[in-house]
């Protein structure tokens, strides 16, 4: 365990710890995204299992009525899951009961909004009840998450912070220093769900992201095919995947065959099995 590992959350060690995975096979780890009651609540219970043994961290997108971050797709599936009855309290309470526990530790994705409305005094112990490793919130900026980093952490929550390819050099050290658990490297500006992924300058972007970060760095917003993917090594830790297995999903294709051939073309990343202090 680093220096820098010590000082965290439980669940920001655990969440590392599965980014980083066997220091002998290096790899890049595949974060899976998955909205909350989607298609429905019961095939969503169904799923997560099956993504969770396919992938080293999962994503529970919390559905809300204005995901300002999220395209077409996420969109989508928040309207269906929203229209299936899906709450936050029904999210901790099915994934209390969930047994066994999924083998990948889960991070909550959520806007600020619905956290607030549930309530902050209660989100710690639903959270951990709920076997949740880490929070992250798109529209809680670095300067605001003091109050919920300060009553998360006490849970052993971690709290994730988020970069884009515009942060400043500044504050992008500072965000690199804050997060726990991985800092979440968006690839693109715009919403998740587009093409852009592979746009010219993302190496240089990622490798100043993950040079600020204490933590792993994961790449994620419209990756999408295992070239994609392939094209992150040595400049990430790992990749994140949500409007894709969307998709997928909606398609009626097997999500853990699809997963599996996203990573059919990495290669070992030489940073992967270094320790960060």
Known sequence: MSTRDAAMPAGGVRLAEAIRGDAQAPRLALAAFLAAGFP????????????AAAADVVEVGVPFSDPMADGTTIQRASRAALAAGTTLRWIFEALAALAPRPPAPL??????????????????RAALA???SGVIVPDLPLEESVALRS????AGIALIGMVTPVTPPERLQQIGAASQGFTYAVTMTGTTGGLAAARDGLASYLDRARAA???PLLAGFGIRDA????ALTGHADGFIV???LIEAIEGGRDPAAFLAALRARTAPSPGNSEERT
């Open 40 to 51: 429905d609540r019961e095939r969503f219970l169904g799923l997560l299992p099956v993504v």
């Open 107 to 124: 991070v909550l994705m959520s806007y600020l909004n619905p956290l607030l409305a549930f309530g902050l005094e209660r989100l710690p």
């Open 130 to 132: 709920a076997d949740i």
């Open 151 to 154: 009553i998360l952490a006490p």
């Open 213 to 215: 970060s204490a933590v």
């Open 227 to 230: 070239e994609q993917v392939a």
């Open 242 to 244: 949500g409007s894709a």
